[in-house]
Nanobody, 126 residues
Framework: QVQLVESGGGLVQAGDSLRLSCAVSGRTSSSYVMGWFRQAPGKEHDFVAALSWSGGSRYYADSVEGRFTISKDNAKNTVYLQMNSLKPEDTAVYYC???????????????????WGQGTQVTVSS
């Protein structure tokens, strides 16, 4: 099992930046894929970004490409989501997720991930 704890959310203005952190504990493997999803009120989980635990591949949703960056600090067992040029439509609860039995190409499906954090709220005011 993998335990995930997010932090770093908050209330910011449009154009500001935030960095979310996801502390990872428990068993990890280079085969895992780590993802960030978000959920706005009344909506489904939306894929935001993902990267392989080995660090070789990164994926982004079109809506955040060029503004958000996913990264990982191996020494701290932490995954980050750097969010720049935030927009009001980025407002959501952001979740960190881990896929321990990853199927190639399915990084944007939330049912691919079997471990989830509790979420952190990001609110962007206009």
């Amino acid at each position: 099992q993998v335990q995930l704890v997010e932090s770093g959310g908050g209330l910011v203005q449009a154009g500001d930046s935030l960095r979310l952190s996801c502390a990872v504990s428990g068993r990890t493997s280079s085969s895992y894929v780590m993802g960030w999803f978000r959920q706005a009120p009344g909506k489904e989980h939306d894929f935001v970004a993902a990267l392989s635990w080995s660090g070789g591949s990164r994926y982004y949703a079109d809506s955040v490409e060029g503004r958000f960056t996913i990264s990982k600090d191996n020494a701290k067992n932490t995954v980050y989501l750097q969010m720049n040029s935030l927009k009001p439509e980025d407002t959501a609860v952001y979740y960190c997720a881990a896929s321990t039995v990853y199927h190639r190409g399915r990084y944007y499906f939330d049912d691919e991930y079997d471990n989830w954090g509790q979420g952190t709220q990001v609110t962007v005011s206009s």
